[in-house]
């Protein structure tokens, strides 16, 4: 069996997979290799938004995270696969096989199959028509759930304005942590519906922490004109963290719950005005923002 973990220097997500590997070969039987996209462009072209990315015997398994749970089960059905023996034996199956009649209770099955099969399909799609509130939310954001949760990395960064502000600093709430550069237009479109966002819902369980990659203030103090924000803008210049969490094209977003785990990837720009954001980080927690008392 070839197990093969596609990554890139540097991703954190990337290391955690790669434990994971490591820790199931000793319970089955495959040969591990690892391949970093950033050596071929046909697989960083093809990768780049997806890792770390797990391939069995040529197939996709999993991509963004592994969950132990699922590889134990298919590296187990796939050994089974493969130990199995290559001749097939079946008491009922005559020699000549235009002797053979299919028995009632097979047609049976083969029925039964059939119907499960299509009550299955039926059921997904009214899950996705009629389905929970959140789901809903995130499929029309267009965002990548993080299953099973894993701890956030940390970070110290310098904050607009003067002082720092770490990963702790915002312990408790919902946190949406966002990669951007001034240079990057995708990222200035989408800018202007963090205000609507970081006001739509209440500051004491909603955090939003724009990380920009520019070389330094000035470029990030021209972009804002000196407006007031309500919300914390970061510098990263040396791009140590983007890369440390997967980002190398931007935008690109990630949302923690309020146990500093990671939950959702958004891959390029929103509309973060959107009515569904909120419902969104609603059920990760996050309160609506009360509205001023009329005068």
């Avoid at 003067?162 to 990222?187: E, H, I, M, Q, S």
């Avoid at 970061?234 to 440390?244: Q, V």
């Avoid at 959702?264 to 419902?279: E, I, Q, Y």
Wanted: some cysteine; proline content about 7%; charged content about 25%.
């Amino acid at each position: 069996m070839r197990v093969t973990l596609y990554t890139k220097p540097g991703c954190h997500l990337c290391d955690v997979a790669h434990g994971v590997l490591v820790a199931a070969q000793t319970r089955h039987a495959f040969d591990l290799t690892e391949v970093d996209i950033e050596r071929d462009p046909a697989v960083f072209e093809r990768f780049q938004y997806d890792i770390p990315v797990v391939e069995i015997d040529g197939r996709r398994a999993f991509k963004h995270r592994i969950d132990p749970a699922v590889l134990e089960r298919r590296l187990s059905r796939q050994g089974d696969m493969e130990a199995a023996p290559t001749k097939k034996y079946y008491s009922g199956l005559p020699d000549d096989p235009r002797m053979w009649v299919v028995p009632r209770w097979m047609k049976a099955a083969f029925a039964a199959l059939a119907l499960g099969g299509m009550a299955a399909v039926v059921g997904a799609n009214l899950w996705r028509e009629f389905g929970g509130v959140a789901e809903r939310a995130r499929l029309a954001l267009d965002g990548d759930l993080i299953d099973p949760p894993t701890e956030a990395l940390a970070f110290t960064l310098p904050v607009r304005g003067g002082g720092v502000r770490t990963l702790a600093d915002y312990r408790g709430k919902v946190v949406f942590v966002n990669f951007w550069a001034t240079w990057c237009p995708p990222c200035r479109d989408e800018m202007p519906s963090f205000s609507a966002l970081s006001r739509a819902l209440d500051p004491a369980t909603f955090a939003l922490a724009a990380v920009s990659v520019d070389e330094g203030w000035p470029a990030i103090d021209g972009f804002f004109s000196g407006a007031k924000l309500s919300y914390d803008v970061l510098l990263d210049p040396t791009r140590h963290l983007a890369a440390r969490y997967g980002t190398n094209k931007f935008p690109e977003t990630y949302v923690l719950d309020g146990q500093g785990r990671l939950r959702l990837k958004f891959v390029g720009a929103r509309d973060w005005s959107d009515p569904n954001a909120v419902k969104l980080f609603e059920s990760l927690g996050a309160r609506r923002a009360k509205l001023p008392a009329a005068p």
